[in-house]
T-cell receptor
Framework: DGGITQSPKYLFRKEGQNVTLSCEQNLNHDAMYWYRQDPGQGLRLIYYSQIVNDFQKGDIAEGYSVSREKKESFPLTVTSAQKNPTAFYLC??????????????FGNGTRLTVT | AQSVTQLDSQVPVFEEAPVELRCNYSSSVSVYLFWYVQYPNQGLQLLLKYLSGSTLVKGINGFEAEFNKSQTSFHLRKPSVHISDTAEYFCAVNPHRDGNKLVFGAGTILRVKS
């Protein structure tokens, strides 16, 4: 079955450490997205990529970095510069070149806890 | 810029009762509208979407939503809920000309009680 795989499901890190969240899709989708979810705030866009080797900042990109070396993969690094990294992180993709009326397909998320 | 307001953070309802989850949006341009559902510790799944045409849209699991342009609303309804409908529901809007500007509401937690 096609889908989006995020790993790990739970991640624990000490403050000051960088951490990378994995996102892999086998839907052959061009566009991929990273969202952050906090209770009562909905989803906020961190970064997105419409094609390989290109990505754009979303609304809350500070303290995060991404790469898109392969169509299938869009890893997110949470750096030590992110002031409040504890959150639920969701990866998503969209077919048809990310057109405006295509729905997003989501992975099952990674819950990151930084202490 | 677009914004989405989900008027209720939590909606408790008894099993087999009807439910309405309210969503209002603000936008200076035409938008597409979506409802997503999220079960605990999972990603979001698409329930339904309004792109054009009939303002009453039917989705999965017996849900439907009505687009009201004059009131800028897109309320979600189900005539009879089940325990399994307990989840968080998100309304989202996307402007017609930018597929990467999807804006989500804060979510409404639907709690179905037996």
């Amino acid at each position: 079955d096609g889908g989006i795989t995020q790993s790990p499901k739970y991640l624990f890190r000490k403050e000051g450490q960088n951490v990378t969240l994995s996102c892999e899709q086998n839907l052959n989708h061009d566009a991929m997205y990273w969202y952050r979810q906090d209770p009562g705030q909905g989803l906020r866009l961190i970064y997105y990529s419409q094609i390989v080797n290109d990505f754009q900042k979303g609304d809350i990109a500070e303290g995060y970095s991404v790469s898109r070396e392969k169509k299938e993969s869009f890893p997110l690094t949470v750096t030590s510069a992110q002031k409040n990294p504890t959150a639920f992180y969701l990866c998503a993709s969209k077919g048809q070149g990310g057109t405006y009326n295509s729905p997003l397909h989501f992975g099952n998320g990674t819950r990151l806890t930084v202490t | 810029a677009q914004s989405v307001t989900q008027l209720d953070s939590q909606v408790p309802v008894f099993e087999e009762a009807p439910v309405e989850l309210r969503c209002n949006y603000s936008s200076s341009v035409s938008v597409y509208l979506f409802w997503y559902v999220q079960y605990p510790n999972q990603g979001l799944q698409l329930l339904l979407k309004y792109l054009s045409g009939s303002t009453l849209v039917k989705g999965i699991n017996g849900f439907e939503a009505e687009f009201n342009k004059s009131q800028t609303s897109f309320h979600l309804r189900k005539p009879s809920v089940h325990i399994s409908d307990t989840a968080e529901y998100f309304c989202a809007v996307n402007p017609h000309r930018d597929g990467n500007k999807l804006v989500f509401g804060a979510g409404t937690i639907l709690r179905v009680k037996s």
